[in-house]
């Protein structure tokens, strides 16, 4: 059975990766979970993709299976925190949950799972996000978005034939989630220049050293889920989303909880991340392009205590930002003669982080096009977005947790702001 190594000390034990790899599962049970009932947990357009298919390999092959449950494929299944508290009341005891279905079964199933303390198998049948393998699940607790923690599957079994079968914009989605781990490369880089985030070179090449091999071809599904997972190891050995994630991540987050609309449906977490990584990129280049003499001679002088206070309510003032985002905001602010001595780091590290952004995000304009070639959107309006609704994201991304990047950078030079009108 071709098994893929995954790391070592994370929930994660095994991963399958195969053109035909569900007749795989009664062995891993087997393996795995003796004596253990398989319960299926699917919805009617995954049961389709395969989960009937799960079941009748495991009744061919005479294993246990308790009646799988099928929740409607319309309206989807919502990422809520009761839903899966629903699940976890109904999971047979004495059974293992099979998760077959896209990022939401999982995110579901995987938080159940861990409220019941039994371990998982996920079977993914769209290569949409790298939530699968990572531990926590991103669900909507009393209506704002949360990360709930549990733990990781136990296995992952991803079946190609499956995956080939997704929509073709849960795909996009997928290569976009896995694209914007170039900028976040970058932003850590950003963090780790300024001491605030030091880079660990064993969790950075987890997802960094075979990256642009994996996005090479938006049509190798193979090899853009063996990107996404390997993320997902990298946040469970990082215990953070860190090697995932940066400001490109942070705008969408911020998308998230304003329940963004285009046409009428929620846009895609990747198609979030994609138009959130040309921002970022877009933010990069300005830096890049920006000289040491120059940067000194644009700086706005840093704001007061007060003034900064007031413009971080302005833009929090639909309060739907979660938990407490003025405080940690105004943590992150340096005022004052901690202002200037920030900016001091900056300019002494500004060559040389020019040299590591320039080198991480690689051919610049090829970057966009893979995105566009892959189907992802890079524009804001290809997301609904005005330009005001853009700069708002962009300037409240900055506010919403402590993870350093490119957006505090030029914010913490006196810069953010005209870097924003510049690309706008
Ligand atoms: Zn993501």
Redesign the pocket.
């Given at each position: 059975m071709p098994r893929i190594a995954v790391p070592e000390g994370i929930s994660t034990k095994v991963f399958i990766l195969d053109d035909d790899a569900l007749p795989q599962i009664p062995a891993l049970l087997d393996e795995m979970w003796p004596g253990k009932s398989a319960w299926i947990v699917a919805d009617g357009n995954t049961w389709r993709a395969a989960g009937e298919r799960v079941y009748r390999i495991l009744e061919e092959t005479g294993r246990p299976c308790c009646k799988p449950c099928i929740l409607p494929a319309v309206p989807k299944p919502h990422p809520d925190y009761t839903l899966a508290c629903q699940l976890a009341e109904m999971m047979p005891d004495n059974a293992v949950p099979l998760a077959v279905g896209s990022g939401v079964i999982n995110d579901l199933i995987k938080t159940a799972a861990g409220i019941r303390k039994v371990s998982y198998c996920c079977i993914p049948t769209a290569p949409s996000?790298?939530?699968y393998t990572s531990k926590g699940s991103a669900l909507s607790v009393g209506g704002s978005k949360k990360t709930v923690p549990c733990p990781a599957p136990a296995a992952v079994v991803a079946d190609r034939n499956v995956l080939l079968t997704a929509p073709p914009e849960m795909a996009a989605a997928g290569y976009g989630?896995l694209a914007?781990k170039i900028v976040a490369g970058a932003d850590w880089l950003i963090a780790d220049a300024l001491k605030q985030d030091p880079v660990r070179p064993e969790i950075w090449n987890i997802v960094q050293k075979d990256l642009r091999a994996w996005l090479a071809d938006p049509a190798d599904l193979k090899a853009i889920f063996m990107g996404l997972a390997a993320t997902g190891y990298a946040m469970q050995q990082h215990n953070d989303s860190r090697p995932?994630?940066g400001a490109e991540?942070l705008f969408?987050h911020v998308l998230e909880m304003e329940h963004l609309k285009y046409n009428g449906e929620e846009v895609s977490?990747?198609f979030k991340?994609s138009v959130g990584s040309v921002i970022s990129l877009r933010l990069m280049q300005f830096f890049l392009a920006t000289t040491l003499e120059e940067a000194r001679r644009l700086a706005e002088p840093p704001l007061t205590v007060d003034a900064r206070k007031k413009e971080i309510a302005e833009l929090l003032k639909r309060r739907c930002y979660g938990e407490d985002p003025a405080r940690l905001s105004m943590e992150k602010f340096q005022a004052g003669d901690a202002a200037f001595v920030r900016r001091k780091e900056i300019y002494a590290v500004w060559n040389s982080l020019q040299e590591k952004v320039a080198r991480q995000l690689g051919d610049q304009e090829a970057f966009v096009k893979s995105l566009k070639d892959a189907g992802c959107p890079t524009t804001p309006e290809e997301i609904g977005l005005d330009r005001e609704q853009s700069i708002h994201g962009i300037f409240t991304a900055q506010l919403i947790r402590r993870r350093y990047n490119i957006l505090d950078l030029l914010y913490d030079a006196g810069l953010l702001k005209t870097a924003v009108e510049k690309m706008f």
């Amino acid at each position: 059975m071709p098994r893929i190594a995954v790391p070592e000390g994370i929930s994660t034990k095994v991963f399958i990766l195969d053109d035909d790899a569900l007749p795989q599962i009664p062995a891993l049970l087997d393996e795995m979970w003796p004596g253990k009932s398989a319960w299926i947990v699917a919805d009617g357009n995954t049961w389709r993709a395969a989960g009937e298919r799960v079941y009748r390999i495991l009744e061919e092959t005479g294993r246990p299976c308790c009646k799988p449950c099928i929740l409607p494929a319309v309206p989807k299944p919502h990422p809520d925190y009761t839903l899966a508290c629903q699940l976890a009341e109904m999971m047979p005891d004495n059974a293992v949950p099979l998760a077959v279905g896209s990022g939401v079964i999982n995110d579901l199933i995987k938080t159940a799972a861990g409220i019941r303390k039994v371990s998982y198998c996920c079977i993914p049948t769209a290569p949409s996000v790298d939530g699968y393998t990572s531990k926590g699940s991103a669900l909507s607790v009393g209506g704002s978005k949360k990360t709930v923690p549990c733990p990781a599957p136990a296995a992952v079994v991803a079946d190609r034939n499956v995956l080939l079968t997704a929509p073709p914009e849960m795909a996009a989605a997928g290569y976009g989630d896995l694209a914007a781990k170039i900028v976040a490369g970058a932003d850590w880089l950003i963090a780790d220049a300024l001491k605030q985030d030091p880079v660990r070179p064993e969790i950075w090449n987890i997802v960094q050293k075979d990256l642009r091999a994996w996005l090479a071809d938006p049509a190798d599904l193979k090899a853009i889920f063996m990107g996404l997972a390997a993320t997902g190891y990298a946040m469970q050995q990082h215990n953070d989303s860190r090697p995932a994630s940066g400001a490109e991540h942070l705008f969408s987050h911020v998308l998230e909880m304003e329940h963004l609309k285009y046409n009428g449906e929620e846009v895609s977490h990747g198609f979030k991340v994609s138009v959130g990584s040309v921002i970022s990129l877009r933010l990069m280049q300005f830096f890049l392009a920006t000289t040491l003499e120059e940067a000194r001679r644009l700086a706005e002088p840093p704001l007061t205590v007060d003034a900064r206070k007031k413009e971080i309510a302005e833009l929090l003032k639909r309060r739907c930002y979660g938990e407490d985002p003025a405080r940690l905001s105004m943590e992150k602010f340096q005022a004052g003669d901690a202002a200037f001595v920030r900016r001091k780091e900056i300019y002494a590290v500004w060559n040389s982080l020019q040299e590591k952004v320039a080198r991480q995000l690689g051919d610049q304009e090829a970057f966009v096009k893979s995105l566009k070639d892959a189907g992802c959107p890079t524009t804001p309006e290809e997301i609904g977005l005005d330009r005001e609704q853009s700069i708002h994201g962009i300037f409240t991304a900055q506010l919403i947790r402590r993870r350093y990047n490119i957006l505090d950078l030029l914010y913490d030079a006196g810069l953010l702001k005209t870097a924003v009108e510049k690309m706008f």
